[in-house]
């Protein structure tokens, strides 16, 4: 990813402003509009001046991570500790931002809010979030590699059945169902439901942060 930000990033030094962008360049700039435009849809154009390139940095790794299973890497979102510490990213900032919003002391009165019986719920709707953002993906993320490892040991048991039943006990086996089933498959819970992830994680990050922003500064 660091490579391919230098690469993209020595392009469009080079390029001609005027001219419509080509290749690479124009990869990144379908990339940045793409972000800025769900960014300024969600949180204002003020703040996603700031919210922008982290979004975008976001959407980035999360993507890499969940496709990298296609390439035979292990998926980093299968990990629980990267998604809990994306999502800490995430959580930290929704707590700056209510506590810019409404300043420290009603950042801590809003835990007694409306009474003060409520702070373990309140403290716990505080808290949903993280939990919500770091589960969420890598449940996804793992439960659908789980499936193809299932899958490919099945189809391995199918193949090997299959040839023992044609050509007898002794003949060599390999598994030749995989190449036909598995890449359908592949195309959902890899592609799609990493795509699909991906959205949801930055689309939540930003709908949690604009909660708390005040409705005046939405612009």
Known sequence: MCLASV???KKIDKVDPLAK????????VQLVTSVDDLTKEIVGKEKA???????GGLAVYLLVSNLSGLLGFYQPTMNFSVTLSLAIITWVMVQYTSIKSIKFSGY???FFEPYFFLFVPNLFGKLAPLISLSMRIFGNILS???????LYSGLQLASASLIHLIAGSNAFTFNFLAPIIAPALHAYFDVFAGFIQMFIFIVLTLVYITNEIPEEEKK
């Not at 962008?21 to 990144?28: C, I």
């Not at 700031?50 to 979004?55: D, Q």
């Not at 659908?144 to 299932?150: K, P, R």
């Open 7 to 9: 690469l993209i990033a």
């Open 21 to 28: 962008p080509k290749g690479l360049v124009f990869l990144g």
């Open 49 to 55: 001046v700031n919210m922008g390139p982290y979004i």
């Open 108 to 110: 801590i009165k809003s």
């Open 144 to 150: 659908g590699s789980i499936i193809m490892a299932l």
